[in-house]
């Protein structure tokens, strides 16, 4: 078991260009879920899919950010003309079915997105 | 309104002690309240997890007590080691949704 791999690992991009990052979520989980982390806002929910379908995408900022999820095997993460503050750790993290071994979140190691 | 809030933001503790760190929540509903450790450079990973039915849970030296009529849950960590160093979060969920709600971590050092 590979566990949740994201890539890349670190990403370095000018103020407005794009971004795309990708996560594959550990094989037979259900669930999908996208963080950002930085130092002074902490761990922020960006949004969840489970089976494939989006539930909650109420820490997205609006304008900005997509995701998908157009199969069970990855998701990723679009930023469109990325900015300063978008710089930060973005996690992904997926969980098992509903049922099995309770909500436990597996984080990958995350890509560290550098906006110059 | 922050769902999830923490406490002491951070906290030194000597080699031996037992470090408290408390954790409040706002949503009556949630039933699931894990607690994740992170080192640095890596990402967060689960600790330890109860929910309402208990008010402890114990797993070596990792004890969460809850509150359910405050709102309250801490983790104590017994017999502290310096290798405990790292960030905490607690954290929260209701189970129709599955969404978890962290919040704002304690970094807790310990010294030897």
């Known amino acids: 078991n590979a566990g949740v791999i994201q890539t890349p690992r670190h990403k370095v991009t000018g103020k407005g260009q794009e971004a795309t990052l990708w996560c594959e979520p550990i094989s037979g989980h259900s669930a999908v879920f996208w963080y950002r982390q930085t130092i002074v806002q902490g761990l922020e929910f960006l949004t969840y899919?489970?089976?494939?379908?989006?539930?909650?995408d109420s820490g997205m900022p609006k304008e900005r950010f997509s995701a998908q999820m157009p199969n069970q095997s990855h998701s990723t993460l679009k930023i469109q003309s990325t900015q300063p503050q978008d710089s930060a750790v973005y996690l992904c993290a997926s969980s098992p079915p509903r049922g099995s071994v309770a909500e436990t979140l597996y984080f990958g190691s995350g890509t560290r997105l550098t906006v110059l | 309104q922050q769902q999830v809030r923490q406490s002491p933001q951070s906290l030194t503790v000597w080699e031996g002690e037992t470090a408290i760190l408390n954790c409040s929540y706002e949503?009556?509903?949630?039933?699931?309240f894990p607690w994740y450790h992170q080192f640095p450079g890596e990402s967060p990973a689960l600790l330890i997890a109860?929910?309402?039915?208990?008010n402890k849970k114990e797993d070596g030296r990792f004890t969460i007590f809850f509150n359910k009529r405050e709102k309250k849950f801490s983790l104590h960590i017994a017999d502290s080691q310096p290798g405990d160093s790292a960030t905490y979060f607690c954290?929260?969920?209701?189970?129709?949704?599955?969404?978890?709600?962290f919040g704002d971590g304690t970094q807790l050092v310990v010294k030897p």
């Open positions: 899919f489970r089976n494939q379908a989006p539930i909650d």
């Open positions: 109860i929910r309402p039915v208990s």
């Open positions: 954290a929260a969920s209701e189970g129709s949704n599955n969404r978890i709600f």
């Open positions: 949503d009556s509903t949630f039933d699931y």
